[in-house]
DNA sequence: TTTCTCCTCAACCAAGTGGTTGACAACGGG
DNA sequence: CCCGTTGTCAACCACTTGGTTGAGGAGAAA
């Protein structure tokens, strides 16, 4: 698993388990004991999904006497949104450019200069 | 790994070299070759990668004579963003409600949390 | 103080991952 | 037809991961 954090953010919402943790800490936070409840596995393996989540920086802990609370820090999400929505995007723009092409080859559409179509967007 | 898709994205994109192939792919198809070209990995590697991509539904591939070309299927993108749009506005409602009862507790007028800059750039 | 609760750390284990090399199937060009 | 190109499959390896159990620290509670 590669360092870096958008690495870590993804990997970290691969598992069910934890996306159901963000799932649930996104109504309001909530301790260790509280997290690791509804699952059928020690408090240990929460702690350290709780730990993943922690070194993604999705979720963040203070303290109130022995407990932990946890928190979600919901700006990591922006991380993952930019990097997708930038790919989709540009993906997007393609399927559309080969429309129009299409288009044109079937004389679907008026023309507006020939040859003119590609590559125009500037970032 | 959990066999539920949105786990396989998750998983697939937690890893830069298949992020970075995504990046290549959403400019344009690419055989496999092409694809491995710029690793320093051998072309079975950049196979294996590939077919995580594939399994995840993030990439198709078809045949010309012995090529493999591979395409970005970027709607699967769509999944994680409703995933992600879901909880990070939940999240998001939840600070802005806090803001309104500390303000009426503080009698103030602005609520403003204090580490909440802004919300959703890129929606 | 002693005890109990909440949580983390450490060691261990089975299963999965990302890489390697070798073999080989499929196909086009001589 | 044989040969080079393209890509996948299979076996193997080091490392990571998600789970376990056991030990123990930090605080409240008795």
Known sequence: MADDQ???VFAALADPTRRDMVARLAVGDATVGELADPY??????VSKHIRVLNDAGLVSQSRDAQRRPCHL????????????????????????RLDAVLAEMRGDEQPTHPGNREQGAAS
């Open 6 to 8: 958008l690495s870590r």
């Open 40 to 45: 059928d596995v020690s408090v240990q393996a």
């Open 73 to 96: 820090e919901a700006e990591v999400f922006d991380l993952m949104t930019k990097w997708i929505e930038r790919y989709r995007q540009q993906a997007q723009e393609r399927y559309d």
